[in-house]
C-alpha cells in the first residue's frame, strides 16, 4: 500500500511534473514550443508546484492538525522510554529534525498516526492445519440501512499428519458476531468441545473431543457484523450526509492491509497463507459489487425478489487474506484495455467522471510496460481501480481491484488559459502517475509473490518502490534519479538519529507494530535501496534475469528473502574478491541503523587506515562531549587565528610531489545467463511455511564494498579507483599511488548507502578540490559531501571548514547538486541567525545564494530541470527567504510588498514571493515607513482561518510593539502549541526577531501552571512532538533563560533537554566568537 498520510507518501514514489512519453496520453513538444511559451510554461509550472505544495502556512497546518495539548497528554504516554531505559543522559536528547518551520505539520502529522487505539498481539497459528479454499458467501443487502453484513464461510482445510493435537485456531475480530459453526470431515460431522474467543489476539479456539487426523476438514460458520465502526478500520464507509435522522452509508470499500481481513470474516489472517476463494454476495440490484475477480457472466443472477441480485465472482488464484477486497455503490465505469487486451476499468460517482481521464489513460501503459520489464504477463483476468470516498490511505493494492482515496488519482482539468492548463495538468499527472505505477508493481511484488512474514515486508514496498524509478526513469530520467539521491538522503539522516532509526527485517510482535512498520523512510526507501544495492552489486543484466526467476518461481507462493536470494547469483565481485551476496546484504538488512566509513590517512608513509562502524550523530555533536570538552572548544574558539589562518592557506600542501601512474579501472566481465522460463505453477505449497522464520540480530559490522577515488581529471592519468571488500572493522593498507596533496574520495557516485568521514587535511583536500574544480568530482558524490561534511563538521569544533566547504557552491552549476545546497546553506544561516555573526554569514553566501537564484532562472526555461523542484517545492521557498535576507534585488521588497498590501487576498502563484518580500520589508525597516502594512495586519488580527494564519506569520516580523504584543495573545490564545511552534519559525522569514519572541514567552508565562505543565508535557514521561518543537526553537541562552522561568519544576526529561539545549547555544555562542569569527576576519581572497 502507499503511506498513511499522502504528506508521508515517500519521494521514492514519485513521479515527474512533465511528461511527454508515449503513453497515449497527452503529449508536450518542448522543442517546437517557442523559447518565451517554454520559459512561461516552466514558471508556471515552478509557480503552481509551490502554491499547491508549500502554500499552506505553517500556523495554518498546525491549526488543521489543531490538537490542544492537554488532549494528547491523556493519549499518548504509553510507551515510557523512562521506564524502559533508566541511565538517561543528555545524549538522549533528541532535537526534532532540523528544517525550519517546514516539516512541522509533517512531525506532528507523522506522530499521530502511529497512534493506534487498540493492539494485539501477533501469534503465529499452528502449522498442522491450513486452508486451501474458502467459500464466502455475503450478504450486503443492508449495508447502506442498518450497516450490517451477515455471512456465510465454509473454510475448507487440510490436516497434516497424524496429530495429537486437538484443537484449531484461526482469526476471528472481535466484531464478528458468530452464529453458528460446524465441522465436518469426509462430509460427516465432527465433533467440538468448546468454541472460545481470545480477544486480546483476536483468535478463535476450538477444541476438539478427538484429536485432528490426516486430511480434509470443512468448518463452517454463519456470522454477523456491523460496519463503518470508527474503531474497526477494516471497511471504509462512504455516509450519507443528508440524512441526519439514521446513519446511513452509501458505498464502502475494504482495506484489509496488514491484519484486517480478520475483522470481516473468520480466517487464516497471515500473508504466508494462501487460499483461493469463491465469493457470492448478495446486494440492492441499484449496486455495483466488486471483488477481486470478474463476476462469473455466465451465470443469471438468482434471484430472491425483485430487489435483490446476486453476484457470483470467479475463483481467484491462492492469495493472501489481506489482499482480498470489496467495494459496493452505486460506481459507473469508464472502460479500457491493456495492449494484451486485459480490461481495465475504473470506477467512480457519475459526478466524478470527468476527472478520471489521466487515471484511465495511465494505468494501462503502466501495466504494459511492467509486463515488459518483468516478462510475466498480469495474472488475473481484469484490473479494476476504484476512485473511493473515505478511503484513509493513498492506494492499496488489492489483488485485482485497487483502491485509491479519491482525491489522490481526481484530476480535473481547468478551463482557463492554454499554459495555466498544461502545468496544472502536469504538476498533477506526477502526483497521480507515481501513485499507479506503485500499485501496479504491487501486483507482482506483494500480489503475486508475497512475503511470508510481515517482519519482511521490505519484499512488498521496497520493489514496489523500486519499479516506481524504473516506470519513471524512461519518461523523465533526471527527476527520477534525483529523486531517488533525495530520498537516500533521507533515509541516511533518518537512520543517524537513534530515535529513528529502525532494522528492515526486524521482530514485529503486534498489530500496531505491524501498522507503524508502513513507514515512509526505514521501510520504502530502505527497501528500495537495498534492492538497487543488490543490482549494483550483481550487474544489471543479472539483476533483471534473478527478478525474473524470482517472480515465476514463487508465483502464488510466499516467500522469505532466503528465496530471493536463490533467483540471485550466488557471488556478487567487487574489488579482486568475490563474496557470497547472501551473506553480504544480511547485515545491510538485519542491522539498525547505517554504516558510517572512516578514512584516516598517514600523509608521510602513504599508509590508509579504513574502519567501519555504526553511525551515531550525537558523536559529532562536539557540544555533547563532558563539560571539559565544551570549555575547550571555547578555549579553542578564543585562540584559534593560528587554525583560521592557516587551515586554507595552500602552502600547506606544499612539499608533497604529486606522482603520476598508470590508471588501472577495474572491468567487470560480462556475464550472460540464459534464463529459462518454468511454468507458473498453481500449487500452493504448504511446506513453505515450515521453514524456520528467521529474522535475525541486528549487530553493527557490515560487509561494505568500499570503492576510493584519487587523481585528476585533467592529467592524462584521469583518476584511480580502485574496489574491495570491508568485512572487518578496521583495515590498514598502503597505496603508493596517492600523492599526499591529491584528495582521496570514497564512494564514488555516491553508490551505496553509507556515509563517509575523513581525516580532517583529506577533508581541506577535498574542499579546495570543490573550490578549485568542483567538475573533478561526480555530481553525485558532491551531494553526498555536502551531507557528510554537515553532518561530521558542522557541529565538530571546525565548522569553519564546513562554511568554506559550502562556499564553493557559488560555482555549481548542477540544479541536483544545488537543491541539497539549498537546505544545507538554509540550516547554516538558521543555526547562527541570532548571533552577531548573521550578517557575515549572508554577506559570505551572497554568491552561493546569487547562483542558486541564477540556477532558478535557468530552470525556467527547461522544463526538464523545472521539474527537479518538484521533488520538494519548499526548497523555492526556502530560496526566496535566503535571497530576500541576504539583500538581493530579486528579492523584490518594494514591488512586492506594494504586490500585497492592494491586494492582501488575492493568492497566485507570486504569492510566496511577496509574502517573504512583506515579511522582509517589516524586518528592515523601522515601524514608520512601514506604517501601512502594520495597519493592515493590525486590521486583519481579526480574521480567521488562512487569512489569520499569514497574518500572525507576518505580524511577528514586525518591530512595532503594539502590534508584536497584539499578535503574540492572539497566538498564546489559541491554546496550540503547533501554533506557538510554527510561529517562532516563520515559514517566510530567516529573521531573527527577539522582541516577538520575549512577548510570545511572556503571554505564555501568564498561562495557569496547569496549562503550562501540559504545554510542556511536564508531567508525562515520553515529549510530545509539539512540545519539542517548541522548546528546540529557542536560538539564544537569555531566551532558554527566559523558558527556564515559566516553571520552577520540569521534571527529569525536560531537564535534560534545557541541559542539551545549554550546551547547544553554548557552543553557538563560542564557535561565533571564535572560529567563525576568525573565519570571516581572515582574508576571504585567500580561498
Ligand atoms: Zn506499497
Known amino acids: 500500500m502507499s503511506a498513511t498520510f499522502k504528506s508521508m507518501i515517500p519521494v521514492c514514489e514519485g513521479e515527474p511534473c512533465i511528461r ?33 505544495a508549500i502554500f499552506l502556512f505553517a500556523i495554518l497546518a498546525a491549526l488543521i492538525i489543531g490538537h490542544w495539548i492537554s488532549e494528547e497528554n491523556q493519549k499518548m504516554n504509553n510507551r515510557t522510554m523512562l521506564e524502559k531505559k533508566r541511565n538517561f543522559t543528555v545524549s538522549d536528547v533528541f532535537p526534532p529534525p532540523p528544517d525550519g518551520g517546514f516539516g512541522i505539520a509533517e512531525q506532528l502529522h507523522a506522530i499521530r498516526s502511529n497512534k493506534m487505539s487498540t493492539d494485539a498481539l501477533l501469534v503465529p497459528l499452528p502449522l498442522y492445519i491450513l486452508p486451501y479454499h474458502y467459500d464466502l458467501q455475503l450478504d450486503f443487502s443492508q449495508f447502506d440501512t442498518t450497516l450490517f453484513i451477515r455471512g456465510n464461510i465454509s473454510i475448507h482445510l487440510e490436516s497434516y499428519g497424524n496429530s495429537t493435537e486437538d484443537e484449531i485456531q484461526f482469526h476471528l475480530g472481535p466484531n464478528i458476531k458468530i452464529e453458528r459453526m460446524r465441522l465436518r470431515k469426509d462430509g460427516k460431522k465432527f465433533y467440538a468441545k468448546t468454541f472460545k474467543r481470545e480477544e486480546s489476539k483476536k483468535l478463535g479456539r476450538i477444541s476438539l473431543r478427538d484429536p485432528l487426523q490426516k486430511g480434509k ?98 475463483t481467484t488464484p491462492p492469495m493472501s487474506t489481506y489482499l482480498l477486497a470489496f467495494a459496493i455503490g452505486e460506481f459507473v465505469k469508464l472502460e479500457t484495455r491493456t495492449e494484451r487486451g486485459i480490461p481495465v476499468t475504473v470506477w467512480t460517482y457519475p459526478e466524478d467522471v470527468m476527472s478520471m481521464k489521466f487515471t484511465l489513460e495511465y494505468a494501462p501503459v503502466i501495466f504494459d510496460r511492467l509486463e515488459d520489464a518483468l516478462e510475466i504477463p498480469y495474472p488475473l483476468p481484469k484490473i479494476d481501480l476504484i476512485a473511493a470516498r473515505n478511503f484513509h490511505v493513498g492506494g492499496m493494492e488489492n489483488w485485482g481491484l485497487i483502491v485509491f482515496e479519491f482525491a489522490s488519482i481526481a484530476y480535473t482539468p481547468p478551463i482557463t488559459d492554454h499554459v495555466n492548463e498544461t ?7 506526477f502526483r497521480i502517475g507515481k501513485l499507479i505505477a506503485h500499485e501496479a508493481a504491487h501486483q507482482w511484488f506483494g500480489n503475486l509473490v508475497t512475503m511470508r512474514d510481515w517482519s519482511e515486508l521490505f519484499l512488498n514496498e521496497g520493489f514496489a518502490t523500486f519499479y516506481v524509478y524504473e516506470m519513471m526513469s524512461s519518461e523523465r530520467p533526471v527527476t527520477a534519479q534525483f529523486e531517488y539521491y533525495d530520498s537516500l538522503a533521507a533515509l541516511v539522516a533518518a537512520q543517524s538519529e537513534e530515535d529513528h532509526r529502525l532494522s528492515l527485517v526486524r521482530e514485529l510482535a503486534t498489530e500496531s507494530q505491524v501498522e507503524s512498520s508502513f513507514h515512509p523512510t526505514n521501510l ?15 550487474s544489471d543484466f543479472d539483476f533483471k534475469a534473478a527478478v525474473r526467476r524470482y517472480l ?77 570538552s565544551v570549555a575547550t572548544v571555547r578555549y579553542r574558539g578564543s585562540r584559534s587565528a593560528e587554525d583560521g589562518s592557516t587551515l586554507f592557506d595552500d602552502t600547506l600542501f606544499d612539499g608533497y610531489i604529486e606522482r603520476k601512474k598508470d590508471k588501472r579501472r577495474k572491468h567487470r566481465p560480462a556475464r550472460r545467463k540464459a534464463s529459462t522460463t ?54 590498514s593498507f598502503g ?14 557516485e555516491w553508490k551505496y548507502s553509507y556515509r563517509v568521514n575523513y581525516d580532517l587535511l583529506n577533508w581541506k583536500l577535498l574542499a579546495r578540490t570543490l573550490h578549485q574544480n568542483h567538475l573533478e568530482i561526480n555530481d553525485k558524490s558532491r551531494m553526498q559531501l555536502l551531507l557528510d561534511a554537515e553532518y561530521f563538521l558542522s557541529n565538530s569544533v571546525n565548522p569553519h571548514l564546513y562554511l568554506y566547504l559550502l562556499g564553493y557552491l557559488a560555482h555549481e552549476t548542477k540544479m541536483e547538486v544545488m537543491l541539497f545546497g539549498i537546505d544545507a546553506v538554509y540550516r547554516f544561516i538558521d543555526v547562527f541567525k541570532a548571533t552577531q555573526l548573521n550578517k557575515a554569514i549572508l554577506v559570505y553566501f551572497e554568491p552561493v545564494i546569487s547562483q542558486m537564484d541564477h540556477l532558478l532562472n535557468e530552470s525556467q526555461v527547461d522544463a526538464e530541470t523545472a521539474s527537479l523542484w518538484l521533488v520538494k517545492p519548499e526548497r523555492l ?87 508584536l504584543r497584539k499578535t503574540a495573545r492572539a497566538i498564546v490564545s489559541t491554546k496550540n502549541a503547533a501554533v506557538y511552534a510554527s510561529a517562532l519559525q516563520s515559514d517566510f522569514s530567516l529573521h531573527y526577531n527577539p522582541t516577538f519572541r520575549k512577548y510570545l514567552w511572556n503571554e505564555i508565562s501568564k498561562m495557569s501552571n496547569f496549562e503550562k505543565t501540559a504545554l510542556f508535557s511536564t508531567n508525562s514521561t515520553n515529549i510530545l512532538p509539539a512540545s519539542r518543537i517548541l522548546l528546540h526553537s529557542v536560538k539564544t541562552i537569555d531566551e532558554l533563560q527566559q523558558i527556564r522561568g515559566l516553571l520552577t519544576n520540569w521534571g527529569p526529561l525536560l531537564t535534560l533537554h534545557f541541559e542539551y539545549l545549554e550546551r547547544y547555544l553554548l557552543w553557538i555562542s563560542s564557535v561565533s566568537q571564535g572560529v567563525l569569527h576568525q573565519f570571516f576576519a581572515a582574508d576571504l581572497s585567500n580561498f
Open 20 to 52: 511527454n512519453g508515449s503513453n497515449g496520453g497527452p503529449t508536450v513538444h518542448f522543442r517546437q514550443e517557442s523559447r518565451r511559451r517554454k520559459s512561461d510554461f516552466a514558471r508556471k509550472c515552478i509557480a503552481v508546484i509551490l502554491l499547491h
Open 217 to 314: 476438514y470443512i468448518l463452517e460458520m454463519a456470522y454477523n457484523m456491523t460496519i463503518c465502526d470508527e474503531d474497526v478500520d477494516g471497511v471504509r464507509c462512504s455516509l450519507d450526509n443528508q440524512n441526519n435522522s439514521s446513519l446511513k452509508s452509501t458505498s464502502f470499500t475494504t482495506k484489509f492491509e496488514p491484519t484486517l481481513a480478520r475483522a470481516f470474516f473468520p480466517c487464516w489472517d497471515e500473508p504466508g497463507v494462501k487460499a483461493t476463494f469463491n465469493i457470492t454476495v448478495k446486494h440492492h440490484k441499484k449496486y455495483t459489487v466488486l471483488s477481486n475477480m470478474p463476476p462469473i457472466e455466465q451465470r443469471k443472477p438468482i434471484d430472491w425478489n425483485e430487489q435483490w441480485k446476486t453476484t457470483v465472482f470467479q
Open 423 to 429: 502545468v496544472d495538468r502536469m504538476y498533477n499527472e
Open 524 to 538: 520504502y526507501t530502505k527497501g528500495c535501496v537495498l534492492i538497487r544495492m543488490l543490482r549494483d552489486l550483481v
Open 552 to 628: 515465476r518461481k514463487n508465483a502464488y507462493r510466499s516467500v522469505s528473502r532466503d528465496d530471493l536470494f536463490a533467483s540471485l547469483p550466488a557471488y556478487a565481485d567487487h574489488g579482486a574478491e568475490q563474496e557470497k551476496l547472501f551473506s553480504v546484504l544480511e547485515g545491510w538488512f538485519v542491522n539498525e541503523g547505517l554504516p558510517e566509513i572512516t578514512l584516516i590517512r598517514n600523509y608521510d608513509n602513504e599508509m590508509m587506515t579504513i574502519s567501519q562502524k555504526k553511525t551515531v550523530h550525537h558523536e559529532y555533536r562536539s557540544f555533547l562531549k563532558d563539560r571539559k
Open 678 to 731: 518454468p511454468p507458473i505453477s498453481l500449487i500452493s505449497r504448504r511446506d513453505e511455511l515450515r521453514k524456520p522464520r528467521r529474522v535475525g540480530a541486528s549487530q553493527d559490522l557490515w560487509t561494505i564494498p568500499i570503492t576510493y577515488m584519487f587523481g585528476s581529471l585533467k592529467t592524462s592519468e584521469g583518476q584511480v579507483i580502485r574496489e574491495f571488500w570491508l568485512k572487518n572493522r578496521t583495515v
Open 735 to 748: 597505496d603508493a599511488e596517492i600523492s599526499p596533496n591529491q584528495a582521496v574520495l570514497v564512494n564514488p
Open 877 to 963: 521557498a526556502k530560496l526566496y527567504q535566503m535571497r530576500c535576507a541576504a539583500g538581493l534585488p530579486s528579492c523584490k521588497n518594494d514591488y512586492y510588498t506594494q504586490k500585497w498590501s492592494r491586494a492582501p487576498d488575492e493568492w497566485t502563484e507570486d504569492v510566496h514571493k511577496q509574502v517573504t518580500a512583506v515579511c522582509h520589508q517589516l524586518f528592515t525597516n523601522t515601524p514608520d515607513e512601514v506604517k501601512t502594512v502594520q495597519d493592515l495586519l493590525d486590521n486583519r488580527l481579526h480574521s480567521s482561518g488562512a487569512k489569520w494564519a499569514l497574518t500572525v506569520q507576518l505580524a511577528a516580523c514586525s518591530h512595532g510593539q503594539k502590534l
